[in-house]
């Protein structure tokens, strides 16, 4: 991973909280927002260990201070897992994922999520997430489930199958009841526009 990668996911992830992107914000939420904490150190941890000089010197202190906030918020989400830009948590606790999960961008997690893996069946495996995804509390995902874009999950919805774009899904096991997709719940993702016109203006976060 390029610095430059690196730069880019955490300013996605700070601009899917608030539509805004800027230092001073960084600095907010690093000290405030318990669930960007997390989120930061997991970027900076896949960043760090990822360059030969830093794999040394501060992926370990990256690391420590993952594994603190891991128990201090609920929330267990390795930084070795695939997470595309614009991740968002909007409640920390119960959260875990497995580390072999993929998750496209702009993806809402809510408290009490689990993305887990099944060991046997036609679904063994690991979940795979699209774009612009919501899941809501307590949901739980497991196995090789392709989940599409667009998707919003209901809370405490158990999802084994694959779900088509655009779906809404509720229930155990999860039924798809419209095909309304995630608009009004997946916010501020239009970060790539801003962040490009910030970056022409000078201005970098």
């Known amino acids: 991973m390029r610095f430059h990668d690196y730069k880019y996911l955490v300013a996605s992830d700070l601009y899917r909280l608030t539509g805004k992107s800027s230092w001073a914000l960084l600095l907010r939420f690093l000290l405030r927002g318990e669930a960007f904490k997390y989120v930061f150190w997991m970027r900076t941890c896949t960043y760090t260990t990822s360059q030969p000089l830093l794999r040394w010197t501060l992926a370990?202190?990256?690391?420590?201070?993952?594994?603190?906030?891991?128990?201090?918020?609920?929330?267990?989400i390795p930084y070795a897992a695939k997470i595309g830009?614009?991740?968002?948590?909007?409640?920390?606790?119960g959260i875990v994922v497995n580390v072999h999960s993929v998750i496209g961008k702009n993806c809402n997690i809510s408290h009490g999520v689990t993305l887990g893996q099944a060991n046997r069946g036609k679904r063994k495996g690991y979940p795979t997430l699209g774009d612009n995804v919501y899941i809501g509390p307590g949901a739980k995902i497991v196995g090789n489930v392709k989940v599409g874009n667009n998707v919003a999950i209901g809370a405490n919805?158990?999802?084994?199958?694959?779900?088509?774009?655009?779906?809404?899904?509720?229930?155990?096991?999860?039924?798809?009841v419209s095909y309304h997709g995630s608009g009004g719940y997946v916010c501020f993702t239009d970060y790539e526009d801003k962040l490009a016109e910030k970056k022409e203006d000078g201005c970098d976060v």
């Open 85 to 93: 830009p614009g991740f968002y948590i909007g409640h920390f606790g």
């Open 60 to 76: 370990p202190f990256a690391r420590w201070m993952l594994h603190r906030l891991k128990f201090k918020f609920g929330i267990a």
């Open 157 to 176: 919805c158990v999802v084994t199958d694959d779900v088509p774009d655009n779906a809404v899904v509720v229930g155990i096991p999860a039924k798809v």
